[in-house]
Each structure stands twice: as C-alpha cells, then as structure tokens.
C-alpha cells in the first residue's frame, strides 16, 4: 500500500482541533472499524475521517467521547459519506442522538446505475477508480493496542478514495435523471433503520411467519426479557438465549417447567437459573385477553400465487438489468409476490403498499409486472445465449390479463 499522510488522533484536545479544522468542510467521509460477537451494542474501536483533503483515525479507546465528531455529522449543510453505512448510521443515531443531516452512501448509489448491489469497497474502487486495494488485514482485531502502522493506513483505505467515488456515481446519476432515486432510497433505508432501532425487533426473528396470536405473545414476551437480560450483562442477545429456543418455547406455549426444562438445548448449565423467568413469560403472555395479543400480517398463499411469482421473479432480473438497475437492490422474489396478490386483491395489505409499487421501483419493475398481469405486454425469448435473453414486447390484440 502507498504511504499516506494521516493524523492519529488519541486525545480530547486533538479531536476538536481535527475537528475544527474541517468545520468548512462540506462532505465528511468516513468509515469505522467494531467488533460486536461479545457485546450489547457494537464496541466501536477506531473511526477514519477522510475531510477537506485531510486524513484523521481517532481511537475511541483512548478518546471515548467523540461528540465533536458526531455533531459534526448531525449539523445543517453537511453531507456524511460511506460506504455500506448500516453501523456508521447507527453509532450516529446512538452517540448523537438523530440522524446524519445528509446522507451518501457509495453501495446504494452504485446498485442504482446497474452495478452489483452490494458491492465490497474494493469492487467499487476496482470498478469505478481503477484502483487494487489490499485486502491483508480483514480478520484484524481492532479492540488490540498497538495497531500497526500497516494497520491504521489498511483501514485509512476505506475513506480515502469515497469522495472520488462519489463524484463518479453522482455524475452519472446525473446521466440518468436519478438523483432523486438515490434520496427517496437513502430516507427510506434511514427511516427504515431508525424504526428498526425502537421499534419491535422481534417481528423480524425467524420462524414466527404462520404462529397464531397466543405463540407471537410468548415470543415477545421472551424477547423482551431476553433483550434487557442481554443489556444487563452487556452481551449479545443470542448469548442469553438461542432464536430457536425463544421459538420453541413459544410453540410449546406452556410455563410448566418440566417441559420448558424438556427443550433440548435448555439443558445448558447455565440456562437452569432462568427457567422461572422464562416461564413468567409464558405466564404473562397465556393470560393476556385477546384484543392485546399481537398479530402478524398474512399474504395469500393461493398455488397461483405462488405459480405467478416464481415465473415473474425471474423476470425481475431481466427488468432490472435492462434498466440499468441492479435487481438485489429492487427487490426480492417475496417483493414480486407481495405486488401481484395487492394487484390481484388477494389480501392481507390493509392500507399498506407493496415495495414494488412505490417510488422508483413502481417506475422500473412495478409498471412492467402491472402490464405483464394484464396482459398488454407479453414476454419473449429473443437470443437465448445472450445476456439478457428475455425481451417484453406489447402482446398480441386480443390477449386477456388479470384485469380483464
């Protein structure tokens, strides 16, 4: 790696002065290094600053209190930049408290002009600067003091070059009349994080699709205990209690501690001691009256449904590569099937909007299933051996739809 000129920054006075110094500053890149298998939140052990043509790697370990920097971040008529930023907004919202005034994140840029979504940091450089960064220091513990000089510069790697890949990306959005597809994007991913952070993250837990309203009650009565046990002891969640056991015992649906002790996996030592808590979970849970119990929204799950949405995911590939958009980034096969049963009025979407037909991705991918259900447009292979094989065409006069 070249050599760089960069200020390591280990005290209070440094960081206001670093700070200061690119208060003019109108885009702040930057990037941080955390560890988080062994903790509540994320333990962030280093934070590189790429600013008004100045490098900076302040070590929160020995400079704990960075709000000089998270105000910075949070002031009117300054862009925060990164690359693939889900902790960088975090960390903001945690030690700040809001979010970023303006936000630019390379990875969601980039799956809106056709690249890879998502794409490492070296793939963008690679692509987009023509730049080969090593890739040495990727198992590196960042929590261990002294880091290497070879160390700090690796990481400096991840801010160095945003800027340039920024103006890249903007310009050909630009192109692409899309730059305001990038802004609805980044406020919906905010919005989306920022309920994710307090809201009710055990909605999102695997396997509680299908439970009936008594199971969901036990699962979020456990998880509730479960988070702030995990608080208490500053651990990860999954430290105090498995996923799959908080959906077991919501299945059981009992608070007889035999059967609780009966779940295989309860059986660790250490899991004993809780055993009367979880079954006052149960408890709580059992005797709450129907109105208060939670549900779930339910999709159709007609065989046609499920018919039309494998055959139409497949063509979001081709929709989304033909409009230069990358297809992670639109939407996923459940997204496909979520806008078919809201266009087919098969239930279960209240007043809410599928993924697909909102924004951007109506324009793109939602407009063309629109026609493709009602059978204005037809789809045909025109060269199965190139790159995009599939073609939508008008289809014939005469040709029914869904909506006819």
Known sequence: MPRVQYELITTDQQLRAYCDSIASAAIVAFDTEFVSEDSYQPELCLVQVAAAGKLAIIDPLEVPDLGPLWQLLVEPGRESLVHAGREEFRFCLRFAGRRPHRWF??????????????????????????????????????????????????????????????????????????????????????????????????????????????????????????????????????????????????????????????????????????????????????ALPEKDLPRLARKSSRPQLNLLGQFLSTALGSICRSALVAPSLAGTAQDVRDLIAYRLNLGGFDDEVPLLAQGWRAEVVGQVIDHLLSGETAIRIVDPLADEPLAFIPAPPGAGGAAE
């Open 105 to 286: 994140d390379v990875q969601l840029a980039a799956g809106l002009i056709g690249m890879e979504y998502p794409a490492s940091y070296g793939n963008l450089a690679g692509r987009l600067l023509g730049k080969s960064l090593a890739k040495d220091e990727t198992r590196t513990d960042w929590r261990k003091r002294p880091l290497t000089t070879r160390q700090l510069e690796y990481a400096l790697q991840d801010v160095a070059d945003l800027e340039a890949m920024r103006t890249v990306l903007a310009n050909r959005l630009e192109e692409l009349d899309r730059l305001d597809w990038l802004e609805e994007e980044l406020a919906k991913w905010q919005a989306e994080l920022e309920e994710y952070e307090s809201g009710e993250r055990w909605q999102r837990m695997g396997g509680v699709s299908g439970m009936s309203p008594k199971n969901l009650a036990i699962v979020r009565e456990i998880w509730s205990w479960r988070d702030s046990e995990a608080q208490r002891r500053d651990c990860p969640a999954r430290r105090v209690l498995r996923d799959d056991l908080v959906i077991e015992l919501a299945k059981r649906g009992t608070a007889d501690l035999k059967r609780i002790r009966a779940v295989r996996g309860m059986e660790r030592g250490d899991l004993q001691r809780y055993l009367p808590k979880l079954a006052e979970c149960v408890e709580r849970a059992l």
